[in-house]
């Protein structure tokens, strides 16, 4: 029998797709809202995670190895994005030890209430999306108190990342092994219209033509009838 508190999370399918999230970032909420449409609709996808303030921290500029982690941070020092982005990983961290399906509704909770109702990554944010999750709160609780063990896993996640060379969110990697910063300048919720932008990123991302970047212009005129 199954210890309920045990802490053993399901190996991704090796079909999946893995995005790379930052619950600060508004490109991966969008990322991640059409992943989980795609998700509806039988397509695998696995979220893992990267840390725009270790990536953007000032230690690690230049460096060709990460020097700063933000796991090596102590609770309650840092920035206030630095405690705000710690506490929502490790929370993200705690929820996915109740299944794949409550990782993602916990991340989901979390990303609409940071970027939909511009509620602070706190404790109570983070209470109240696992609420919103259908969290199992007394496992929710037991598991936050791990601490090392969450540390531990998030930092494989960002030990993946910067094997990969992610550097923004949401990173897609296929399963094929292709990835790619994709920056969400819109959201959907639509399933035709998010399976319509998936196809047309992954048809880019594997084409033959090798397109690195696509950066619109700062003052793009409007688009011509």
Known sequence: MTDPQTTTQTTAPQNTTDVFVDFLCPYA??????????RAGGEAF?????SLVQ???????GQAETAW???????GEGSEYQQGSLAAFLAAQAAARQGE???????????????????????????AAAVQAALDPERFAADLSDD???????????????????FGTPTFVLPTGEAAYYRFENLTRDPAQARAWWDLYVT??????????IKRARNRPARRA
Do not use: K, Y
């Not at 809202?33 to 795609?38: D, K, M, T, Y």
């Not at 696995?46 to 990267?50: A, E």
């Not at 090392?148 to 993946?160: E, F, M």
């Open 69 to 75: 982690w933000l796991t090596d941070q102590s609770a």
């Open 46 to 50: 696995t979220l893992r995670h990267f």
């Open 55 to 61: 990536g953007n921290h000032a230690d690690n500029a």
């Open 101 to 127: 399906d409550a990782a993602w509704a916990f991340a989901l909770a979390l990303f609409r209430a940071r970027h939909e109702h511009g509620q602070p990554l706190n404790a109570d944010t983070i209470q």
């Open 148 to 166: 090392a063990g969450l540390r531990a896993t998030l930092r494989a996640d960002l030990q993946d990342a910067a094997e990969i060379g992610v």
């Open 29 to 38: 909420w969008r990322g991640v809202e059409l992943a989980a449409v795609l």
């Open 204 to 213: 880019v991302l594997r084409d033959g033509a090798g397109v690195a970047t």
